[in-house]
């Protein structure tokens, strides 16, 4: 731990210690799965439980008509749920480490990714999942389209790595932002369309929201994933560019602060 | 605060390592004038905030190691003696590159063993065997290392079917023998940092782990142990050193520097009142109150 770390020492050491992102991953796994008797099956049971209050909620009791609801608002569940568990347990990545923080010297670096890669490994079960429900359930909306699904996966992760990353090692700093997080989170499902669509915002909101709608880079995201899913039709791939973009230019910064701050968070702990 | 050097009591042949001890053996830990400051309370979020954006700490620091200057040479058992709050796992943790120092410089050469507190890195809901693939992987082992090492250490932990179940499960005596055993035994240390754990685990095990611990020091490994064990710092530290508030107040042969930190720490002899009726006491005993007092060394009149 010298100093002048940068961006590319993290992401040296990052590769150096690449096998223990994947051991730490497992571990993760393996630990959910030996607290919880459904363990990792909880990632495609609770976006499955939302999707059933939401579809009641709005099919039965507004009686707002919109066919395949259910299907509509699990194409959207599934990702953001990637985002919001990212975000959320990412930030803890290195708190929640904290007994073996204090015990050895690695890379701190490897504990979000690590993290991140767990949240990986559930959002593609859960896709997987939504995929055989939707052969199962909605045959007949299943479509080719389907095939995006990795690359949207991939796209996720790329925008989720540098807040996950950034957001570790500023909870050590600032303990309540786990708290706040969590609001903004549920505060951020309402401003996504996740439980409604562009199109039906674009209509009702004044221009000035909108166009910070634009800006929002879960949108392009969430959206992608419905298309494929619920509609049968290509993303719009020009769009997806604005989270990836995100993603990449954030990173860089956000390795060289970890970098500058890593030393320090040994006496935080 | 300047370091003393106590004499050594048989500076000729029993401690070889009293005068020009690091001549023949190459130098491992260097450090010079090290300082280590924690930030002190929180200052509310704002402050820490801005800590966290600016990189500098948050309020005023405490010293927790001043001017430490110290060298250890490969082969050496340093033992690091004081009271509570001295600095020596502070230290220990600087070492093992756990924290970092505020100034002074530290320079460690080879690869470090920690075992700061024992068994406490491991995770309740893994298995003994999970946690110790875990805990190689978190010291930087490759697989293979790992699976070549690792029967080895189940062996020397000596749990029995426990090795397989969740950690939760454990007594901390077994969690203990498990923690020292995958630091002792997962890697070949050049530097073994030891944080009080000769007091761990039942007698036969007490024994076997001592034997590992001078196993390594004769294999020209270099031990650094913090303890309150001062019979085992005495008997098996090749140069001790007494901290106190973060700074060395005597450094040299290990059963001076601890014959001193017991002067130190023993409350001068004060005279002795009865508490009931503030009258003069014989023995511990008050005539008039008919009390006896038992935790009396000896008596002093008033």
New interface residues.
């Given amino acids: 731990m010298g100093n002048g770390s940068n961006a590319a020492d993290q992401l040296a050491g990052l590769f150096a210690w690449r096998q223990l992102v994947v051991d730490l991953t497992r571990a993760e796994l393996r630990r959910e799965n030996a607290r919880l008797i459904l363990g990792s099956l909880w990632w495609i049971a609770d976006p499955l439980l939302q999707m059933g209050v939401y579809t009641l909620l709005v099919s039965v009791i507004l009686a707002r008509p919109q066919p395949d609801y259910a299907l509509f608002i699990l194409a959207a569940l599934i990702p953001w749920k990637g985002l919001s568990a990212s975000i959320t347990s990412g930030s803890t990545a290195i708190t929640g480490n904290e007994r073996i923080v204090r015990q050895l010297a690695f890379p701190r670096i490897v504990l979000p990714v690590a993290r991140l890669t767990a949240q990986l490994w559930r959002l593609l079960i859960a896709v997987l999942a939504m995929v055989g429900m939707m052969l199962v359930f909605w045959p007949d909306r299943a479509s080719t389209q389907l095939a995006w699904l990795p690359a949207l996966v991939l796209v996720e992760v790329v925008f989720l790595l540098p807040f996950v990353i950034a957001l570790s090692a500023a909870t050590v700093f600032v303990r309540d932002l786990t708290n706040l997080l969590r609001h903004v989170m549920r505060f951020g499902l309402y401003l996504s369309p996740v439980l409604y669509s562009v199109e039906q915002v674009i209509d009702r909101v004044p221009p000035p929201v909108t166009f910070i709608y634009q800006f929002n880079p879960a949108v392009p995201l969430l959206e992608a994933y419905r298309d494929v899913v619920y509609r049968g039709v290509p993303p719009q791939v020009t769009d997806l560019f604005l989270p990836l973009g995100v993603g990449l230019v954030l990173l860089v910064p956000a390795l060289a602060w970890f970098g500058r701050v890593e030393r320090r968070l040994g006496k935080l702990l | 605060m300047t370091a003393t050097i106590l004499p050594a009591p048989h500076a000729d042949e029993s401690w070889p390592h009293a005068v020009g001890r690091h001549h023949q053996a190459p130098l491992v830990i260097d450090i010079q004038g090290l300082g280590?400051q924690?930030?002190g309370d929180r200052g509310g979020?704002l402050k820490?905030?801005a800590?966290?954006v600016t990189?500098r700490p948050a309020s005023a620091p405490i010293w927790a190691l001043r001017g430490l200057d110290l060298t250890i040479a490969a082969g050496e058992c340093l033992g690091i003696i004081g009271p509570n709050g001295a600095g020596k796992t502070t230290l220990l943790?600087a070492i093992?590159?756990?924290?970092?120092h505020d100034s002074g410089s530290l320079t460690v050469h080879g690869r470090?063993s920690?075992l700061?507190?024992l068994g406490?890195?491991?995770?309740p809901?893994?298995s003994g065997r999970?946690n110790v693939?875990?805990?190689g992987?978190?010291?930087?082992l490759?697989?293979q290392e790992i699976r070549v090492r690792i029967d080895a250490v189940i062996d020397f932990a000596d749990i029995g079917d426990f090795i397989d179940r969740?950690l939760r499960t454990y007594s901390s005596g077994m969690r203990a023998r498990l923690g020292f055993a995958t630091a002792a035994g997962m890697v070949e240390p050049d530097v073994l940092l030891l944080d009080e754990v000769m007091g761990t685990g039942d007698a036969a095990f007490r024994e076997r782990s001592r034997e590992r611990v001078m196993d390594l020091v004769q294999d020209a490994h270099t031990v650094v142990v913090a303890s309150h064990d001062m019979a085992w710092i005495s008997e098996f530290a090749t140069y001790a050193v007494l901290l106190e508030r973060g700074a060395i107040l005597a450094e040299g042969a290990p059963s001076g520097v601890t014959t001193l930190h017991r002067a130190r720490a023993v409350v001068p002899p004060r005279a002795y009142g009865c508490e009931v009726c503030q009258g003069q006491s014989y023995e511990g005993y008050c005539p008039r109150c008919g009390v006896w007092r038992r935790d009396v060394p000896s008596v002093q009149t008033a």
Wanted: hydrophobic fraction near 55%; charged fraction near 15%.
């Fill in positions: 280590v924690f930030s979020w820490s905030a800590a966290a990189g943790r093992a590159g756990l924290i970092g470090i920690a700061l507190n406490v890195g491991f995770d809901l893994l999970e693939r875990l805990v992987s978190l010291m930087g490759r697989r969740p």
